[in-house]
């Protein structure tokens, strides 16, 4: 059953520790609530597409009229693509985008996320990455501390258990079905030392880099904000957990 954003909301406004929810909210667009079309990000506030390479999925389903046959495009044709699609008649999607760790940009290697090249990004301001180390729970290749000491290397690496794969608490091949590329994702992020270049996120590794706009990389599909219906119902677990917080609340203003 679907997750409900009010049933959040009612939860944090009671004080509830959320920590334990996921912060991938699964939607339904096409009415059938067996499956998610779209996935919400609670803490970045953007609505990712379930399908990781849905230009090939649209290229296929369309006839070759819409989408890439390979879901491989240039930085130009990827943010076309995505600023032009009408999912289940919700609009307004674009590429993922990136914003520095810092004040400003930092150009320089890290393995440790400190820096905006490299690897080991957590940060927020990174939706790709914020996607494959927080959500996904993937590790990177290198080792938050290069290895030696110095995350300004990569000598340990590879770290173990590095990559996109399955994790013990979370599953992305099931949840994306399978869909995310163990590749290079396009940003809609110029990359401002040479705007020949833009921003993009390898999913092989977990490394944040810049790719030159004419080469051909996969695109991912996300929109600003939540594309919930207004009628999503809990699911059981959630359910308990707002029931959970409602009896701590009366037994509170008892004792008041």
């Not at 300004?152 to 590095?162: L, V």
């Not at 099931?174 to 993009?200: C, H, K, M, R």
């Not at 996120?201 to 996300?222: C, I, N, P």
Request: glycine share 14%.
């Amino acid at each position: 059953m679907k997750k409900s954003l009010t049933l959040l909301a009612l939860a944090a406004g009671l004080s509830l520790s959320l920590t334990a929810q996921a912060a991938l909210l699964g939607r339904d667009l096409d009415g059938n609530a067996a499956t998610y079309e779209a996935y919400y990000d609670d803490q970045l506030k953007i609505t990712w597409l379930a399908d990781a390479n849905y230009a090939k999925t649209q290229y296929t389903n369309s006839g070759g009229a819409t989408g890439d046959a390979d879901g491989w495009m240039n930085w130009a044709a990827a943010n076309a693509w995505a600023a032009g699609l009408n999912y289940y008649g919700v609009t307004g999607w674009r590429l993922p985008t990136v914003a520095p760790v810092g004040a400003a940009f930092d150009y320089n290697f890290s393995s440790d996320g400190s820096t905006d090249w490299g690897y080991g990004n957590t940060s927020p301001h990174s939706e790709l990455a914020y996607m494959y180390y927080m959500n996904l729970g993937n590790l990177g290749y290198c080792l938050p501390d290069g290895g030696d000491g110095d995350p300004s290397t990569c000598d340990g690496a590879p770290q173990a258990g590095w990559g996109l794969v399955d994790g013990p608490a979370l599953d992305d091949e099931t949840l994306f079905g399978g869909t995310i590329q163990p590749d290079v994702y396009w940003s809609g992020t110029e990359y401002a030392p040479n705007t020949d270049f833009a921003w993009s996120f390898r999913m092989t590794d977990g490394r944040q880099l810049a790719f030159h706009k004419s080469g051909e990389l996969y695109a991912w599909a996300v929109r600003p904000g939540d594309v919930a219906a207004a009628n999503d119902v809990p699911e059981p677990a959630s359910l308990g957990l707002l029931v959970l917080g409602l009896a701590g609340l009366g037994w509170a203003r008892r004792r008041g």
